[in-house]
């Protein structure tokens, strides 16, 4: 008789023996979407790799043009059995950031799947490829194990521009509401709290960007002549900097924290005793940056973060004897839902002005991805919690908030699902540089625990429709 321990098994004897197959074959399609030239490699992600494998799962598939004329299709499959059972809507992304091939490591490079020291290498295995691939691996088991019939119905969304903002998926989703008409979103991306730790994100932080600028002068002019005499543009930006955070990390400003400058209580409940764990990968945790007083779970997941992108002031690869003309700062600020991405600008403009800083001006400012959040005791998150520790018999950590962005709030502004984002990656897996790579043990886990999911959804016990 079909068992949930046999589709478990099913799940993790392809993972065993066919998955790293199946992922040589997505990565080996260079589907950037941040490199020109690639528009091809995007659509061919969708029609081959993707398009004959939804087929043999059942699903009614298209390829949507983008709300956005400049930007890569949408693809949907639905696979329904009956419009009274559960419903989940299945989201992921095909497209990459840069394949940054020079800057890989020596035996390495961004269009191959390579393993090396129990890692799989490649662009993609981690973000997002082998993030949705192993969900549908997992969905292959049910379905094989129980004969073709599963008792819940699948929608599927795979975008190609996530790592530009998701353009036009707002727009798309608002479209096309009845087609994507789900009961919850359960999908895959982003980093565990630490790699041996199974994690349930309920949404995510948001990403608000500006650039801070000093404009002095049409051009540099000799630093004998001038050194000393005319306003150095970047020693300017950088104390502006500075008062804006401090030497040790903690945003200055009030205007850019959550209401009241505090954690709130229940997500600090949440997040009592979460782990977090870097991976290693060249960064530290370093407990004297951020925010005083917070633990390192709350200062990712449950607190804003002031980060400079990139700054720039004369020409590094060429310095002259010359007083810059200007000097320039890419800023970033990571934000919870708790916090008013409105005032954003006024608040940092206010701050300039009053710390002696007319001269820098903001540039560009503006939201680029909104957060989102689920209530963590919301009973869909109760209900994956459970089954996930089940199946892999150790504690399922439940945070607010992953600490990146994604486009959860598309799906919650025009389907009203709750969001549940089971991760299969980790901090440290390079996700946006060269060296990216999947840790085959986590991932192992992250098959196994969809497949119970997916296995759980065919059986009573699942939240009631609100």
Known sequence: MPDRAGAIARAETFFDQGFRALLTDLVAVPSTSQDP????????????????????LGFTCQIHPNPDPDFPPILTGVRMEDPALPTVLLYGHGDTVRGLADQWSEGLAPWVLTERDGRWY???????????????????????????????????????????????????????KDLLKSDVLIASDGPRVA???????????????????????????????????????????AHAIASIMDRHGRIMVDGLLPAGRVVPNRVRAVLAG???????????????????????AEKIYGWNSFIVLAMLSGRPENPVNAVAPDAVAHCQIRYTVDTDTAGFE?????????????????????????ASRTDTDHPWVRWAQASMAQTL???????????????GDVFVDHLGVPLIWVPHSYNGCK???????????????????????YWDLGEAGVPKRA
């Not at 030239?37 to 043999?56: K, N, Q, S, T, V």
């Not at 691996?137 to 530009?164: D, H, P, Q, W, Y």
């Not at 979460?274 to 390192?296: F, K, N, R, Y």
């Not at 192992?444 to 497949?451: D, H, K, L, N, S």
Request: glycine letters at 16%; one cysteine or more; aromatic letters at 4%.
């Open 37 to 56: 030239g690639h528009e091809a490699d995007c659509r061919r992600y969708l029609e081959a790799a993707l398009l004959p494998w939804l087929g043999r």
């Open 122 to 176: 490649g662009r993609g295995t981690a973000d997002n490829k082998g993030q949705h691939a192993l969900n549908l691996s997992a969905l292959e088991a049910v379905i094989a194990e129980r004969g073709g019939t599963i008792g819940f119905n699948v929608k599927l969304l795979i975008e190609m521009c996530e790592e530009r903002g998701s353009k036009g998926l707002r727009a798309f989703v608002a479209a096309n």
């Open 195 to 237: 790699p041996e730790v199974p994690t349930i994100a309920t949404g995510t932080r948001g990403t608000w960007h500006c650039t801070l600028a000093v404009r002095l002068r049409q051009g540099g002019v000799h630093s004998g002549h001038w050194g000393g005499l005319t306003t150095d543009p970047a020693v300017v930006l």
């Open 274 to 296: 979460c782990p977090v764990d870097g991976g290693g990968e060249g960064a530290t945790i370093d407990a004297d940056w951020g925010e005083p007083g917070l633990s390192a």
């Open 346 to 370: 006024a608040a940092i403009r206010a701050h300039l002005d009053a710390a002696g800083f007319p001269e820098v001006v903001i540039e560009n400012p503006g939201l680029r991805m909104p």
């Open 393 to 407: 018999g150790k504690r399922v950590q439940i945070i607010p908030n992953s600490s990146g962005g994604l486009p």
């Open 431 to 453: 996700q946006h540089g060269p060296d990216e790579h999947l840790l085959p043990g986590v991932a192992r886990e992250g098959i196994a625990a969809f497949t119970g999911m």
